[in-house]
């Protein structure tokens, strides 16, 4: 069983950032695909990110530019900057890891952008 704990939600000003953090409880965490996800009010999950075991990083175009994934596989850590933050990046986010068609989720942290 993987757990999955995110930290670092909040709530900022447009154009403020913030990081996210995923912290795994597995010993295999390396071999792990990560991904972090936000669901925002009214609104399907989406992919924002996602980052390969050996740290090939891809995004959704609406983030692109704005956002970094990253991993410490020493650490059993994933994170997620995002800079120049804007009201509709506001929603919760979660981290997700798959390995072999099972996949695990954190609980999710609120992220809100707001004036």
């Known amino acids: 069983q993987v757990q999955l704990v995110e930290s670092g939600g909040g709530s900022v000003q447009p154009g403020g950032s913030l990081r996210l953090s995923c912290a795994a409880s597995?010993?295999?965490?390396?071999?792990?695909?990560m991904s972090w996800y936000r669901q925002a009010p009214g609104k399907q999950r989406e992919l924002v990110a996602a980052?390969?075991?050996?740290?090939?990083?891809n995004y959704a175009d609406s983030v692109k530019d704005r956002f970094t994934i990253s991993r410490d596989n020493a650490k059993n850590t994933m994170s997620l900057q995002m800079n120049s933050l804007k009201p509709e990046d506001t929603a919760v986010y979660y981290c997700?890891?798959?390995?072999?068609?099972?996949?695990?989720w954190g609980q999710g942290t609120q992220v809100t952008v707001s004036s």
């Open positions: 980052i390969s075991p050996s740290g090939t990083s």
């Open positions: 997700k890891a798959s390995l072999i068609g099972r996949e695990y």
């Open positions: 597995v010993f295999t965490f390396s071999r792990y695909f």
